[in-house]
């Protein structure tokens, strides 16, 4: 077994903590060499300070994860986790996410993951170790999602690490030796952070036309909710709108299949992995988190992002950038303006925006689905908090976009609770049809088959830009003379579900919709860069539009030709050393003759007739001298 690289033991009379004469080991949960049947999950390192290990099991006990560890003597240690009882906002009841720590093979007195309300270090026995390697593991106990952050082993039980917040955030770099500076990638032309279907195609697009660019992702896999990570199927149209070629990138890459919450294979993440990969002007980099924005004069000057399992950081600097995080991160970092919420009926003249403005934006989905068994199958007791009876339960066997949570929330700061929530009611509904449903023959011989543990979020933080698209735009086929990617979904603006909401006041987790039908409708450009940070583009659910005009953006097919928009505008930013609101001013021409050939492979037969949306076709119509036909 290799030994974990992100373990270091220190004499702490050198520690700037106030701890003396004791001896210890900080290991990141993250770092583990061999996994198990644990998860790495990222999501929510921004408010937690981490990522961490999470034991999702759907309810059966995962594989220990394991690394070897050297000890800097031999010596009773006592160990502290890091770690929550995910069930804590809704029940007092002993979570279920319980688990304990192994050290030779040996469980350390102490079961973990099952109090606590929030984040915080918690005891779990003591140890005598030998000075050398020892093998740490994580033994789960329930399949729970048990979650652990970090172990500290020290030898004076009194030298307990610091919570949360930024000495959280130094302990760590201390103990962990992390240098004070990032290593250096280099200079790119583009630099795009996240690697979603928008992330993607703004990469390739500008690669193509010459561009050295850096494309950064949070996760081992590219597609974002597309991915098998989620689920969610592609959608909107390609082929449509003032120019016809924007789209083809998708052909590319696109899964053949739709559908929401089905088998891994269908989202066919190798194809993803391959159509960026073959692009020689692409350096990828997995796993890695932005994490930091450095600026000067309104300009971003360099991105810095985290290895979500080893920590190490490095230093992007760029000409460009691109925010397709689709939370707004890069822009919200750099201090870019944004809204996030609804806005108000007379904010934007909005005749289905609300009266009063407030927070509450689409929710996020945890999907899942079960499978049938040949024999009858098992799940165990589940209640914390959220009670389901005959009256309110989802007699389901599988859930897809309507199972959506955290409308009432903040999509960014609440994050792990929304996520949190979606697999409490799962669990908790599932539950109750195997144990407690009366008539429940039709659930004997199924078994949870998968659970999304990463959230398919809809929409955070959107980023202003020159323009901001808004319902009178779409609704009444406003021109602009900088019309770039069209956009064909309907209005489809999600919101808690009127009978689920009967059932569950305050703690929906289902939504409903109501599609407001519109003609192929072409967004300015201006949409697509920042109108204060002088070099940011943005491509996905993060762009200059409002709650209402988000509701036809967001799908896949659609962001997908955004991304390869600002790659051509990126690649004019480069040519001509100038800015994105300067390709609009100066250069607008230009652009409209690369978004007239596109930068996909021609000619490529469109397979994905699926989940197109119900636009309407658009009879030719002349506005201001242009002709634009469906």
């Known amino acids: 077994m290799k030994k974990t690289n992100f373990a270091i033991f220190l004499f702490l009379s050198l520690f700037p903590f106030g701890f003396m004469n004791a001896e210890c080991v900080l290991i990141e949960a993250e770092s583990f060499t061999e996994k198990g049947g644990w998860v790495l999950d990222q999501q929510f390192m921004d408010q937690m300070g981490s990522p961490y290990l999470m034991a999702h099991g759907l309810g059966k006990a995962v594989e220990d994860a394991q690394t070897t560890v050297e000890f800097p003597t031999s010596d009773t240690y006592h160990a502290f986790v890091r770690t929550y009882n995910w069930t804590a906002p809704w029940s007092k009841k002993s979570g279920p996410g319980k688990f304990c720590v192994k050290v030779n093979g040996k469980k350390i007195s102490g079961v973990l993951g099952a109090s606590g309300t929030k984040w915080e270090w918690q005891p779990s026995g003591k140890v005598h170790v030998k000075k050398g390697d020892n093998v740490i593991a994580l033994h789960d106990l329930s399949g ?124 066919e993440d190798q194809r993803k992995l391959d159509f960026v990969l073959a692009e020689k002007n692409i350096d990828l980099f997995l796993n890695y988190r932005a994490v930091k924005v450095e600026t000067a004069d309104d300009k971003i000057k360099s991105v810095i992002a985290k290895h979500i399992e080893n920590g190490k950081e490095i230093k992007f600097g760029g000409h460009s950038f691109a925010d397709c995080t689709g939370d707004g991160t890069i822009g919200y970092l750099a201090g870019a303006d944004y809204l996030m919420g609804r806005e108000g009926r007379q904010e934007f003249g909005e005749s289905i925006a609300p009266e009063q403005g407030d927070k509450m934006t689409m929710g996020s989905s945890v999907q899942w689905y079960s499978l049938p068994s040949e024999q009858r199958t098992t799940f165990p007791d589940f209640e914390y908090g959220v009670t389901f009876t005959e009256s309110n339960c989802e007699r389901v066997t599988m859930g897809e976009w309507t199972w959506e949570t955290g409308m009432n929330k903040d999509q960014i700061n609440d994050f792990e609770e929304i996520r949190d929530y979606g697999l409490l009611v799962v669990y908790s509904n599932w539950s109750f049809l195997k144990n407690r449903l009366k008539n429940n023959r039709e659930f004997d011989q199924l078994e949870l088959g998968w659970v999304a543990y990463i959230a398919g979020k809809r929409e955070s933080r959107r980023l202003l830009g020159d323009y901001i698209l808004k319902q009178d735009d779409l609704c009444k086929n406003v021109f602009h003379e900088d019309a770039s990617f069209a956009t064909t979904w309907s209005i489809d603006l999600h919101f808690p579900d009127s009978v689920n909401s009967l059932h569950f006041p305050g703690n929906e987790f289902k939504a409903a919709t109501e599609h407001i039908y519109i003609y192929p409708y072409a967004v300015p ?41 600002v790659g051509m505008a990126a690649y004019l930013c480069q040519k001509h050393n100038v800015l994105p609101r300067d390709i609009y001013q100066d250069y607008l021409p230009e652009l409209k ?22 636009s309407l076709v658009e009879p030719p119509t002349v506005r201001q001298g242009k002709q634009y036909t469906e």
């Open 593 to 614: 003759e690369l978004m007239k050939e596109g930068t996909g492979v021609q000619g490529l037969p469109n397979g994905q007739t699926y989940n197109q949306g119900g």
């Open 525 to 565: 450009y201006r949409c697509l860069y920042s109108r204060n940070i002088d070099n940011l583009f943005m491509a996905g659910r993060n762009i200059s539009v409002t709650h209402v005009a988000l509701g036809t953006v967001r799908v896949m097919r659609t962001t997908g030709m955004m991304g390869e928009v």
């Open 144 to 267: 729970f999602n048990g979650r652990c952050d970090a172990i500290y082993f020290t030898t004076n039980p009194n030298d307990l690490p610091p919570d949360e917040g930024q000495e959280l955030h130094a302990f760590r770099k201390h103990a962990l030796q992390l240098p004070n500076q990032p290593e250096d990638a280099g200079y790119y032309d583009l630099v795009v952070v996240g690697g979603g279907v928008a992330g993607m195609c703004a990469a390739v697009s500008a690669a193509r036309l010459g561009c050295k660019v850096a494309l950064i992702n949070d996760r081992p896999l590219l597609g974002g909710n597309n991915s098998s990570e989620i689920r969610v199927h592609l959608g909107g149209r390609i082929e449509t709108g003032p120019y016809k070629q924007l789209g083809n990138l998708i052909k590319e890459f696109g899964p053949a299949q739709g559908g929401n919450a089905q088998p891994a294979e269908r989202y």
